[in-house]
T-cell receptor
Framework: GQNIDQPTEMTATEGAIVQINCTYQ??????LFWYQQHAGEAPTFLSY????GLEEKGRFSSFLSRSKGYSYLLLKELQMKDSASYLC????????????FGKGTRLHILP | GAGVSQSPSNKVTEKGKDVELRCDPI?????LYWYRQSLGQGLEFLIY????????KSGLPSDRFSAERTGGSVSTLTIQRTQQEDSAVYLC??????????????FGPGTRLTVT
């Protein structure tokens, strides 16, 4: 089976840094995605990690530890438009396997 | 280029009626996914196609739900004898089989289904 856990909600201040954690237990693992979803909109792709370590892309970075079944998404210099849900998703062992999403973390940015 | 499209965008139906939801994936994308999202909740996996075959139907909530994909392109999700708990946004996503080490999903705008 597959289980993906992330906090339900987080609050942070504009200009600050926030880290959203994701832990997973899966029968097989190939890679991990992070998606952003604004209210009423479809999810959009942020990052994909296959190897251990940190992947940086502008204000957003994503980290993966395969041995610990752990990932985080780091958002720097927070802006009001970053208020959204952030979804962690795991890709199964084979490249033909499905991608399973966590329930998402709703991030609120305060001015 | 065109993204993933879904129709209808909104559907209101009476309890007990059948509904069909359509997804047009990005041309050339071999993988197609259906998810369901209730208000304020995460994405619930329903079914996944690789080409025209569905390797994994484990997420379909009941035998009232079925899906098919023809010609490796368009997919239809059918819900028979709809119930109020079927009310949700139904999202479709497609992805290429394997592109440059990343297989991101491209989501459609969703179909908001309301069962009264």
């Amino acid at each position: 089976g597959q289980n993906i856990d992330q906090p339900t909600e987080m609050t942070a201040t504009e200009g600050a840094i926030v880290q959203i954690n994701c832990t997973y237990q899966t029968s097989g693992f190939n890679g991990l995605f992070w998606y952003q979803q604004h209210a009423g909109e479809a999810p959009t792709f942020l990052s994909y990690n296959v190897l251990d370590g940190l992947e940086e892309k502008g204000r957003f970075s994503s980290f993966l530890s395969r041995s610990k079944g752990y990932s985080y998404l780091l958002l720097k210099e927070l802006q009001m438009k970053d208020s959204a849900s952030y979804l962690c998703a795991v890709e199964g062992r084979n490249r033909d396997d499905k991608i399973i999403f966590g329930k998402g973390t709703r991030l609120h940015i305060l001015p | 280029g065109a993204g993933v499209s879904q129709s209808p965008s909104n559907k209101v139906t009476e309890k007990g009626k059948d509904v069909e939801l359509r997804c047009d994936p990005i041309s050339g994308h071999t993988a197609l996914y259906w998810y369901r999202q209730s208000l304020g909740q995460g994405l619930e996996f329903l079914i996944y196609f690789q080409g025209n075959s569905a390797p994994d139907k484990s997420g379909l909530p009941s035998d009232r739900f079925s899906a098919e994909r023809t010609g490796g392109s368009v997919s239809t999700l059918t819900i028979q004898r709809t119930q109020q708990e079927d009310s949700a946004v139904y999202l479709c996503a497609s992805s290429p089989k394997f592109v440059a080490g990343v297989r991101e999903q491209y989501f459609g705008p969703g179909t908001r289904l309301t069962v009264t």
